[in-house]
């Protein structure tokens, strides 16, 4: 098990930009993830990293705003959002130890963090 931590999440106004961070109690090197919430609704995947730290997917609704990275020297994975939209609020959560082929299905996943909540007003 990895324990994870989320932090960055915050209150913006559209365009803006954030940077979320996922601090892991170890290095990363399966199938990590970033996911989203909002009340009434399923967990939805926002982005993906394959254990080759490089390959990516991405949900359609983010493509070309957010981007997923890793630094596991530092033991974080990273959500970079830029030009957010009020579609975007939701409490974001990160993940590790999904499968690759299958990268948004939240129940693939074995570690969770807390969340953090990310707020955009229009």
């Known amino acids: 098990q990895v324990v994870l931590v989320e932090s960055g999440g915050g209150s913006v106004q559209a365009g803006e930009s954030l940077r979320l961070s996922c601090s892991a109690s170890?290095?990363?090197?399966?199938?990590a993830g970033w996911f989203r919430q909002t009340p009434g609704k399923e967990r939805e995947g926002v982005a993906a990293?394959?254990?080759?730290?490089?390959?990516?997917v991405y949900a359609d609704s983010v493509k070309g705003r957010f981007t997923i990275s890793l630094d596991n020297a530092k033991k974080t994975l990273y959500l970079q959002m830029n030009n957010l939209k009020s579609e975007d609020t939701a409490i974001y959560y990160c993940?590790?130890?999904?499968?690759?082929?299958?990268?948004?299905?939240?129940?693939?996943?074995?570690?969770w963090g807390q969340g953090t909540q990310v707020t955009v007003s229009s």
């Open positions: 993940a590790v130890g999904g499968l690759r082929y299958y990268p948004f299905e939240a129940p693939k996943y074995t570690s």
């Open positions: 170890k290095s990363i090197y399966v199938t």
């Open positions: 990293l394959w254990p080759d730290g490089a390959t990516t």
